[in-house]
């Protein structure tokens, strides 16, 4: 059983988690393991240069959660951090004073920036840090290109009254308060997907894209040239689940970032937003929680097999659940 997910950072850790949890039940491998093969996907548009070393912070959200070595309360980086050398980088004014670099994550990032520098790609570079722990499942960076997302906002001052900034300032600094007026990921056009990503796609037999932010996360992965050819002709039904939940997002800010492109933040606008394959979208079908089961005839009129299961991911069990329910309606539509 071949099963590859779509993901970002803080959604996508938990979904995976719940994967690899519901894989481990229904096809163990005698060792608490699981015979089934997960691939996830990652978003590298959040990735960017800070202080001399490359940040992949999706990435590193799926490496630490399901390392179990991941800081559960702040959602990002490791549990039992400290932060000398941050302090240091702020007297010197190395970095930005809001986004903090702990010392046991910036140990992942001067290991990653170390590698690069000795001329290997990011996914080596994946490869080599998930080495470290067992995690159950392969992380694939979605390119080795870099295409880290800028947020283009109004500003009067500027000439032109706009300017535009790294998606990450505009997250952390600003906490994307500031109306994005589009988001772009430089040079995308020349990234093509990273060794083994459309294998992964097209060899699976369900293809899962998580409940991440919609636009910076799945958006930024399936506009990669060659990853959405890739999803057009996999003969592996593509099962969604909805980030939104009775019209609010589940975390983080995506509905600052479905506004800015005129998506409504509902499950079923999130839904016609992807599209259903048969129309030349993205996804077979559909899950959202059993509080937007209004939406489901809508859905199915645009044609996306659509279904609703519990979405809130509490613990491991929901999570599993969650993910098993994904691959059901994936399995369902391959009958
Ligand atoms: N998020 C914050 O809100 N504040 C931070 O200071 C911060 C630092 C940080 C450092 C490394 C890293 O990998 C992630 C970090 N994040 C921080 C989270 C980051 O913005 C998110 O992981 C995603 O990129 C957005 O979904």
Known sequence: MQITVLAGGVGGSRFVRGVREECAR???????????????VV????????AGVRLMPDFDSLLYSLAGVNDTERGWGRAGETERVAAELREWGVGWPW???????????????AWLRGGLTPSEVAHRLQRRWPLGV??????????DTHVR??????????????????????????????????????????????EAIVGADVVLVAPSNPVVSIGTI????????????????????????????VRGMADACLTAIGVATTAEAVGRHYGARSGGGLLDAWLVDDADTPALEALEGVGLHAASAPLWMHDL????????AAIDLGRQLQR
């Open 317 to 324: 069990d929901t999570s599993a659940a969650l993910a098993g």
């Open 153 to 198: 906002v109004a500003d009067p001052d500027e000439l032109g009254g706009e300017r535009e900034m790294h998606f990450q300032e505009w997250w952390t600094r600003y906490r994307a308060t500031l109306p994005a007026l589009a988001f772009r990921q430089r040079d995308l056009e020349s990234a093509r997907p990273a060794p083994g990503v459309v």
């Open 43 to 50: 978003n590298t548009g959040d990735d960017l240069w800070l």
């Open 26 to 40: 229904r096809w163990p491998d005698g060792e608490g393991g699981t015979e089934a093969s997960v691939t996830v």
């Open 222 to 249: 399936t506009a990669i040239p060659g990853i959405r050819e890739a999803l057009a002709e996999t003969s592996a039904p593509v099962v969604g689940v909805s980030p939104i939940i009775g019209g609010k997002v």
């Open 99 to 113: 986004f903090t670099l702990g010392d046991l994550d910036l140990g992942t990032h001067l290991a990653r920036t």
């Open 138 to 147: 392969q992380l694939i960076p979605a390119t080795d290109a870099e295409v």
